[in-house]
């Protein structure tokens, strides 16, 4: 099966956070890792991330953890979303 950039780079994003390979900034080393994918190996533009802070807790935050939360279930609709807004 092959997916669209955004998907590749969406679930590639997902496993990471589901990794934590830090005590702290899984979150920030997967969102630079998933927009280096996007730009050098795919030639697309990096996300948006939903495009305010998503370090401290706020409505954009809890939608990403949402969205992440979904994928965890398998639907990637919300986080593929989420990214691009």
Request: proline content about 5%.
């Amino acid at each position: 099966m092959s997916y669209p950039a955004d998907e590749i780079a969406v679930r590639f994003h997902h496993r990471l956070t589901q990794i934590h390979p830090f005590l702290n900034g899984n979150g920030r080393h997967a969102r630079l890792a998933t927009d280096v994918l996007l730009s050098k190996q795919l030639g697309e533009k990096p996300f948006s991330w939903g495009s305010d802070s998503i370090e401290n807790v706020s409505d954009t935050r809890t939608a990403y953890i949402d969205a992440l939360r979904e994928a965890d279930k398998g639907n990637y609709q919300p986080l593929l979303k989420f990214v691009r807004t």
